[in-house]
């Protein structure tokens, strides 16, 4: 059941990713450079998110928070912003057609980094592999 | 190669790489917390870049009209915060792999509402990668039930 909680949050966040581009499109068309969309976008949530920790004290606990966990968020955060900044660099110099279909194959790194480092939680099966080999060939047709 | 498919390796190495990280995160770290920590190093890196001269600098955002602030925030709140909160929360529940694999099914969603909102068409090749996708999904979902 836990299981099927974890996928069904993965695919309301499919949803919500799926909708946001529409309202981002809408902004674009104003000829803005997407940075800044991007900075607005994130500055809201950032926004959002600090009200919370500061006016909900139940929702971040800070207390228990361990140097190990907060170094792979660390990680994860340049991570992302690495992925960010290669994104807008890739899409100012390359072709879109290109650019975005290469960055949508990231499920195949997770894959792989999973299987590399994650092997005693992550259970690696054939459903596993051939789900995530249809999903990526699917959105790189589709896009 | 050439530097833009560089550039878009890089990109899909470090999105599916963060997945593991923010995995080995939520261990220790609540949902809430991951969330926001990701949230300010990002805003460092924005910042960073219109701060170096990628753009046209800060003033930009002071000629940027209020419906076109709507759109952005209204993504932001979709994408940043449900979307990320709704991903990062899956991790707890189900394997990083599936969890990623079915949130990246998320072009689908966008060209369903390009059909149903903005009334474009689709060509064959994307009939055929909803497909696909929708297979793959079900693949991973059936997983679950299992």
Redesign the interface.
């Known amino acids: 059941m836990s299981r099927l909680r974890g996928q069904m949050e993965a695919a309301l966040s499919s949803v919500c990713f799926g909708i946001a581009p529409i309202f981002a499109k809408k902004g674009l068309m104003s000829g803005l450079h997407p940075l800044y969309g991007a900075t607005i976008a994130n500055t809201t949530a950032l926004i959002i998110m600090i009200f919370f920790a500061l006016f909900s004290g139940r929702v971040i606990r800070w207390e228990p928070i361990k140097k190990y966990g907060l170094f792979f968020a660390i990680l994860a955060g340049i991570c992302n912003s690495v992925a960010l900044v290669s994104f807008y660099w890739a899409m100012s110099i390359g072709k879109i057609a290109l650019v975005v279909p290469i960055t949508c194959t990231y499920p195949l790194f997770t894959m792989l980094a999973a299987y590399l480092s994650m092997r005693e939680s992550e259970v690696m099966d054939i459903f596993t592999v051939a789900g995530t080999l249809l999903i990526v060939i699917g959105v790189v047709l589709t896009i | 190669m ?4 560089l ?24 949902l ?16 960073f ?2 701060g170096v001269g ?3 600098g800060f003033s ?2 002071i000629n ?2 209020r419906p ?2 709507f ?17 990062y ?26 059909i149903t ?2 009334g474009e068409k689709l060509i064959f ?2 009939f ?18 299992r």
Request: aromatic share 14%; glycine share 8%.
């Open positions: 050439n530097l833009s498919i550039l878009s390796i890089l990109c899909a190495i470090a999105w599916g790489v963060q997945s593991i990280f923010l995995k080995k995160a939520m261990r220790d770290i609540p809430s917390a991951v969330i926001l920590i990701t949230l300010i190093i990002n805003f460092i890196a924005l910042v870049l219109i990628v753009g046209n930009v955002f940027i009209s076109i602030y759109y952005f925030m209204v993504a932001g709140f979709l994408n940043y915060l449900l979307g990320r909160g709704f991903y929360s899956s991790f707890r529940f189900t394997s990083v792999t599936q969890s990623t694999s079915i949130s990246s099914t998320y072009p689908i969603i966008s060209v369903v509402f390009a909102v903005l090749h994307q055929i990668g909803i497909g696909l996708t929708l297979s793959g999904a079900y693949l991973l979902m059936m997983k679950g039930k």
